[in-house]
């Protein structure tokens, strides 16, 4: 079992800018497909950015293409979300999430692994 730890929420004006970080466990990070997901209180997770275990190979959903970015360093066992112009709708908590069976990039919620959740508050 991956653990995943978030960090870097926090509460944010609209326009502003936050970086997510999560810190992965285990020895063989660039072989884990990584994502980003949110939730709003009362609705469903829904994927925000997902990236290949190289790093090649990313996705982002439409409401976010342009204003985030996903990328890891293998290096560190990290993966980052940097979000910037962000809308009160960007609103909820962002969760990480770890494919350690496979690299491939996955846009579905088939993760196997995942963190504990960082609160994003955009305030207009």
């Known amino acids: 079992q991956v653990q995943l730890v978030e960090s870097g929420g926090g509460s944010v004006q609209a326009g502003g800018s936050l970086r997510l970080s999560c810190a992965a466990s285990g020895r063989t990070f660039s072989m884990y497909a990584m994502a980003w997901f949110r939730q709003v209180s009362g609705k469903e997770r829904d994927l925000v950015a997902a990236i290949s275990g190289s790093g090649r190979r990313t996705y982002y959903a439409d409401s976010v293409k342009g204003r985030f970015t996903i990328s890891r360093d293998n290096a560190k066992n990290t993966v980052y979300l940097q979000m910037n112009s962000l809308k009160p709708e960007d609103t909820a908590v962002y969760y990480c999430?770890?494919?350690?069976?496979?690299?491939?990039?996955?846009?579905?919620?088939?993760?196997?692994?995942w963190g504990q959740g960082t609160q994003v508050t955009v305030y207009s």
């Open positions: 999430a770890a494919d350690s069976h496979s690299p491939y990039l996955r846009t579905n919620e088939l993760y196997v692994d």
